[in-house]
């Protein structure tokens, strides 16, 4: 039998084992609950991260899916989808690239390219981050400036236009960007919808003009801004005598709306306040702050003289005056005392002079494009005869095409080391499509054996490049034909390589001409990524990562550059014409 005492040890001793074992299952419930809130926070930092993740990729496909692929800025459909719901106040306003049709047809669709680059460049080194500059149209841009005050619209639209007119396109520093441009505000009341179409008949306007901004102002009827736009043709008198101004008024004033000028310096601010709205300046030599002469000086140095044409009025009649008049850009010279019958005959026969010349140029610039069609349609049909010969699909010669062009565009923007004309940068890409006409005088058996060829079918093969030359050579026209030359260069030597290792002449380095160094490596891009019939297509990564390793054959470390910057550009074009 056990004593009390016995018992209570028992008991003690069983307490300590159950409070020992309580604190063991609370250090364990502990643990769990840390681990479980551990676990929480980890799955809680993996949803975050994956949320991160899903909204960057929904930014970019939105991103992707709201900017235009030439300039960068938003596109139409972002005006649809989110702009078109934005409300005021803010100032809207149409922009439209003046003359851009001839400067497609005269210069080529990469020229017009590069211009509207330039101005999606230039208008948006002019606003802040937070307004909305969209490609409206082919040539159209629409712009929206939240909270811009109404009085400050003007300013600031002058400002993009000014801008735009010192822009230099690249690759084409003679060409000359103006803007004609329509501004309106949008109240909180008025749907975007209605404000852009109120902007897009001020820019109508603005265009009759060309170069020239016109903007909405409150209270000032629209019907009043065309009534003034309908008025006779613009003469601009300037003359230090009232007396004279007064006398040549009395003889235009029936047939032209005259403006006037008291000397040079405000003939110069007459001139850029109504661009594009003057016919003609009747301009004195002998006058105070700004002479006759330096006002021709300064329409030389901002064109103006290209569109304005000048008659000289003065009672100066050396011949040395005479001579230096018509050497600044003159378009007559009319010596005081004048017959007024003279006077207006002169002016008239100028100013229809200049009207009949800029249909010339319109027409001209349009048979020249056709011209460019035609060509560019033959020359293409002449190479899909090859690829068919060749038992390809005609892609390659697209691609090549594509590709191509894409490079030379890049090269343009990062160098200019090459001399590359106006002329020679549509061309290029045009000629690329003959680079392996050789191919014709090449045996079928071998053109299109499924396996690898043997050395002595190699050595055939690289036969094509020196018969394409020839054939083009032999032409009859090869000497007056640049496109013939560089069709030439390209055939021949577009298998060069950088190092001197290529064929058929070993030519190393730029003793290549750039032509054939851009197909060149053009064509082995397209051959990696295009199945033949004895290999199948390497991915659009591979294939650069291949040419960047130099796998292919050496090529100019430009053109590598120039191959790693287009490349997403690239891919995305190539999946678009295929």
């Known amino acids: ?214 903007v909405e102002v409150p209270g000032h009827d629209l019907a009043a801004l065309e009534k003034l736009l309908q008025n006779k043709p613009q003469i601009l008198l300037v003359d230090d005598s009232a007396m004279n101004r007064m006398m040549l008024t009395e003889i235009l004033g029936d047939s032209y709306h005259i403006l006037e000028a008291e000397n040079g310096r405000e003939c110069m601010e007459k001139l850029q306040a109504e661009t594009g709205n003057i016919a003609l300046v009747l301009l004195d030599i002998n006058m105070p702050v700004m002479d006759g002469f330096e006002v021709l000086k300064a329409m030389n140095a901002n064109h103006t003289i290209e569109d304005i044409p000048v008659i000289m009025i003065s009672s100066e009649d050396s011949d040395a005056t005479i001579r230096r008049s018509y050497e600044l850009g003159a378009s007559d010279y009319v010596n005081r005392p004048f017959d007024a019958r003279i006077v207006y005959r002169r002016v008239t026969n100028t100013i229809k002079l200049y009207a009949k010349q800029r249909r010339l140029v319109q027409m001209v610039s349009e048979q020249i494009r056709a011209r460019e069609n035609n060509t560019d349609t033959l020359v293409g049909v002449l190479s899909h005869i090859v690829e068919f010969r ?18 030379l565009r890049r090269l343009l923007e990062i160098s200019s080391r090459y001399s590359i004309t106006a002329e020679q940068q549509d061309m290029i890409p045009l000629a690329s499509s003959l680079h392996d006409i050789g191919k014709i005088g090449i045996d079928e058996k071998i053109l299109n054996k499924p396996g690898k060829l043997t050395p002595e079918e190699f050595e055939v093969m690289k036969t094509h490049s020196m018969l394409g030359a020839q054939m083009l050579h032999d032409l009859d026209n090869f000497a007056e034909q640049p496109l013939l030359q560089t069709a030439y260069e390209i055939a021949r030597w577009h298998h060069e390589r950088w190092d001197g290792r290529g064929y058929p002449d070993g030519l190393k380095g730029d003793e290549i001409p750039i032509s054939a160094q851009l197909v060149s490596l053009a064509d082995v891009y397209d051959a990696l990524t295009s199945e033949r019939c004895y290999k199948k297509a390497f991915p659009h990564e591979k294939a650069v990562q291949m040419i960047l390793n130099s796998e292919c054959g050496a090529f100019n470390p430009l053109l590598l550059q120039c191959l790693t910057d287009i490349q997403a550009d690239l891919k995305e074009e190539l999946q678009q014409h295929n």
């Open 1 to 214: 039998m056990n004593t009390l005492s016995e018992i209570e040890e028992y008991y003690k001793a069983r307490e300590q084992q159950l409070l020992k074992k309580l604190h063991q299952q609370g250090a364990a419930l502990a643990a769990a609950e840390q681990a479980l809130k551990q676990l929480t926070e980890n799955q809680k930092v993996s949803e975050d991260e994956t949320a991160r993740q899903r909204a960057a990729r929904e930014q970019a496909f939105e991103e992707k899916l709201y900017r235009d692929p030439l300039t960068g800025i938003y596109n139409r459909r972002y005006y649809e989808e989110v702009a078109r719901k934005t409300i005021g106040p803010a100032g809207v306003v149409l922009m439209d690239v003046d003359d851009f049709k001839i400067c497609n047809d005269t210069y080529g669709h990469y020229a017009g390219d590069m211009a509207l680059k330039t101005v999606a460049n230039t208008i948006q080194s002019c606003i802040r981050k937070s307004d909305l500059l969209i490609r409206y149209g082919g040539d159209e841009f629409l712009l929206v400036l939240p909270g811009i005050p109404g009085d400050f619209l003007q300013t600031k639209l002058e400002q993009i236009c000014t801008a735009a007119q010192m822009a230099s396109v690249p690759g084409y520093s003679h060409f000359r960007i103006s803007l004609s441009i329509g501004g309106t505000i949008q109240s909180l009341a008025d749907p975007m919808e209605n404000i852009v179409r109120r902007a897009d008949r001020l820019m109508y306007q603005a265009k009759c003009r060309k170069n020239a901004v016109m």
């Open 390 to 407: 060749n038992g390809e699909s005609g892609a390659h010669v697209r691609h090549i095409r594509i590709i191509t062009e894409l490079l």
